[in-house]
């Protein structure tokens, strides 16, 4: 019944920014923590960062400083600003529960990073 959709991505050069959507027909404020994560072909998908239903927030040291996690209760909506983005974030990003829930994946949007 949960949905969960992401938007945003796209083509960007090194030192860039994109602003990544995660839309759900839920209450966000009903999930006791929300993650954004991503994954590249080959790899296993892992956890970008994440906000607890209190605010708190936690990063990867990989994006701490760059990437900023929040969300929009009015929009049931929650985004991941992403500034100074590197190659090495290139890479297809999705938004789940964390821990993740299997049904609530979503499509993702990629991110692509490159001069």
């Known amino acids: 019944q949960a949905q969960m959709v992401e938007s945003g991505g796209g083509l960007v050069q090194p030192g860039g920014s994109l602003r990544l959507s995660c839309r759900t027909s839920m209450n966000i404020f009903s999930f006791g923590r929300l993650g954004w994560f991503r994954q590249v072909p080959g790899k296993e998908r892992e956890l970008v960062a994440y906000i607890i239903s209190n605010g708190q927030t936690n990063y990867a040291d990989s994006v701490k400083d760059r990437f900023s996690i929040s969300r929009d209760g009015a929009k049931n909506t929650m985004y991941l600003q992403m500034n100074n983005l590197k190659p090495e974030d290139t890479a297809v990003y999705y938004c789940?529960?964390?821990?993740?829930?299997?049904?609530?994946w979503g499509q993702g949007t990629q991110v692509t990073v490159s001069s």
């Open positions: 789940n529960t964390q821990p993740p829930v299997r049904h609530l």
